[in-house]
Structures are given as C-alpha cells and as structure tokens.
C-alpha cells in the first residue's frame, strides 16, 4: 500500500538534492489546511528530517499527501490510522506528547 501512495506523489525535481529535498519536505510540514497540523508536522520535521534515510523521507513524504483531518484524528488517536503508516504515525504522535 505504502508503494502505491508514493507511486502517486509528484515527487522533487530529478536530481533534487538531499538538503534541497529536506527543505521542501519542511516547508510542506508547515503549509498544511489546518493550523494544528501545521504546527505538529513543522515541529516533528524540524526535528527528524535532518537524521532520517532515504526510505524514511519518502514515507514521510507519503504522509503528507494525505488529507490533514485524517492526519490529525490518527496523530491524536482519535481514529485508527491505516496500518501502513501506522508507525509514523505513532512516532509523530510520541514526539508531540498528543496521546
């Protein structure tokens, strides 16, 4: 499933750099629909992108191509999130102390 959702997402530039791509991953983080999942993802990506691989950004990349509500139900266990971004989502959830 997981390889399904980043076969769909746009994607960087080809040749993108690492830093280039962590920076646009971080401004993506900040420029959500709704402002608390601005806030959460922006905090969450200040901290980790620097130190995730490459499998790990492009899950996170995953992640945000999805629909902020069902972000922000499954980030504050309101709702079960799908089980193939279900670690993430505990992670981001741990970090910001929203369960």
């Keep these: 499933m997981l390889d399904a959702l980043l076969s769909e997402l ?11 791509r962590i920076k ?13 999942m601005d806030i959460i993802l922006k905090s969450y990506a ?3 992108l620097e130190k995730m691989d490459t499998a790990a950004l492009d ?15 499954w980030v504050s266990g309101q709702i079960t999130p799908p089980a193939e971004i279900a670690p993430l989502i505990e992670k981001i959830a741990e970090f910001t102390g929203a369960r």
């Design 59 to 73: 899950e996170y990349e995953a992640l945000l191509s999805r629909n902020d509500q069902d972000l922000y139900q």
């Design 46 to 48: 200040d901290a980790h």
């Design 10 to 20: 746009p994607g960087g530039p080809e040749g993108e750099t690492p830093e280039n």
């Design 24 to 36: 646009r991953l971080s401004m993506r983080s900040m420029r959500r629909g709704i402002k608390e």
